[in-house]
C-alpha cells in the first residue's frame, strides 16, 4: 500500500469547544499509537500546543517567517518527549498571518507547505485559530480532512453549518469533515438528546484528566491510557485512520 501523507485541521469558527486538547492528544495517537511520522503545527499564535506539549516558550518571534519563506520550516520544527512527534509551534507573530497570507496572494501557501512537509511526515495536524478569514481559507483548500470539535448541544448541527458553508465558500473542493463531540457529560439530559440526534458523530467526554493534560502538559495517553477519555481518542484515531484511507483510495492523477 502507497503511504499518502494527509493533512488534518481541526477547526471550528467558535473557541474554546476543544480544538487543541483534540489536536494535541490526536498527535499524541497518531504517533505512539499508530506509529505515523506526525507533525502537529499550531496555527494559533496562543501556543497552546507548544504549552500542551511542555516546550520552551519562543524567544525569536519567526513563525511567521515561515509562510515568507524567510527561513525552513526544519528551523522551527521541534522534537517532542513522544518519539515519531514533533511540533511546529506558533508564538505571537503569527498574529499578522492573516494579514500577510493577505498581502502575499498566494492562496495556497499552506497547502505549499504541507507539501514540503510531506517528505517528512506521514500526518500533519493543524490546531487552528478559530478566526474565518484568509488564514482558514487556506487551511480548508491544504486539509485532507476537517476535524470540528462541537460542544454536545441542540446548537451544534447549526454550527456545524456554519462550518460547512465557510468551507464552500473558500474551496472548490471542499473537504471532508468529520463532527466530534468534544465535551460530553452523559449525566445531562440536553447531551443525550445531542448524541441520540447524532450517532455516528464520534464523542469524547468531559473529564478532570483531559483537563489536567494542560496542568501536567502531556497527552492523557501518557498519565491515564486506560480510562474511558484515552480509550475514546484512540477510537477517534482509528476511525480518523478509516476515513482517510477512503479519502487516498483514489489514486492520484499521474
Ligand atoms: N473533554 C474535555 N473535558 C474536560 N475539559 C476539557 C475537555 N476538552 C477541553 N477541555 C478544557 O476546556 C478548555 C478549552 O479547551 P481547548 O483549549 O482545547 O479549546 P480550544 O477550542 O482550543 O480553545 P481556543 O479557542 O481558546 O483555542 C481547556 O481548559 C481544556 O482543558
Ligand atoms: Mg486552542
Redesign the pocket.
Do not use: H, R, Y
Given at each position: 500500500m502507497v503511504k499518502v501523507m494527509a493533512v488534518i485541521a481541526v477547526y471550528?469558527s467558535?473557541?474554546?469547544?476543544?480544538?487543541?486538547?483534540?489536536?494535541t492528544n490526536l498527535g499524541w495517537c497518531s504517533a505512539q499509537l499508530a506509529a505515523r511520522r506526525t507533525l502537529l503545527w499550531d496555527l494559533?499564535p496562543?501556543d497552546?500546543a507548544g504549552f500542551m506539549f511542555a516546550l520552551e516558550a519562543q524567544r525569536k518571534r519567526q513563525a511567521r517567517s515561515l509562510f515568507a519563506g524567510d527561513i525552513p520550516a526544519a528551523t522551527l520544527i521541534q522534537p517532542s518527549s513522544y518519539a515519531g512527534l514533533d511540533l511546529l509551534p506558533a508564538d505571537s507573530s503569527l498574529r499578522e498571518l492573516d494579514s500577510m497570507l493577505l498581502r502575499m496572494g498566494q492562496r495556497h501557501r499552506i497547502a505549499m507547505l504541507s507539501k514540503q512537509l510531506a517528505r517528512s511526515y506521514d500526518r500533519l495536524i493543524l490546531?487552528c485559530?478559530?478566526v474565518l478569514n484568509e488564514l482558514s481559507a487556506q487551511v480548508m483548500r491544504a486539509a485532507t480532512l476537517v476535524i470540528v470539535?462541537l460542544p454536545p448541544s441542540p446548537l451544534s448541527a447549526r454550527a456545524l453549518d456554519h462550518v460547512v458553508e465557510e468551507i464552500r465558500r473558500h474551496t472548490t473542493r471542499p473537504p471532508p469533515i468529520l463532527p466530534v463531540y468534544?465535551?460530553?457529560d452523559r449525566r445531562r439530559s440536553l447531551h443525550l438528546e445531542a448524541l441520540a440526534a447524532n450517532p455516528a458523530w464520534p464523542a469524547?467526554?468531559?473529564?478532570?484528566s483531559?483537563?489536567q493534560?494542560?496542568v501536567q502538559r502531556r497527552p492523557i495517553g501518557t498519565f491515564a491510557p486506560r480510562t474511558p477519555?484515552a480509550l475514546a481518542f484512540g477510537r477517534l484515531w482509528e476511525g480518523i485512520e478509516r476515513k482517510l484511507a477512503q479519502i487516498t483510495a483514489t489514486p492520484a492523477p499521474g
Open positions: 471550528s467558535k473557541g474554546g469547544v476543544g480544538k487543541t486538547t483534540i489536536a494559533d496562543a497552546g490546531d485559530p478559530l470539535p468534544s465535551m460530553v469524547i467526554p468531559m473529564v478532570s483531559l483537563e493534560c494542560a477519555a
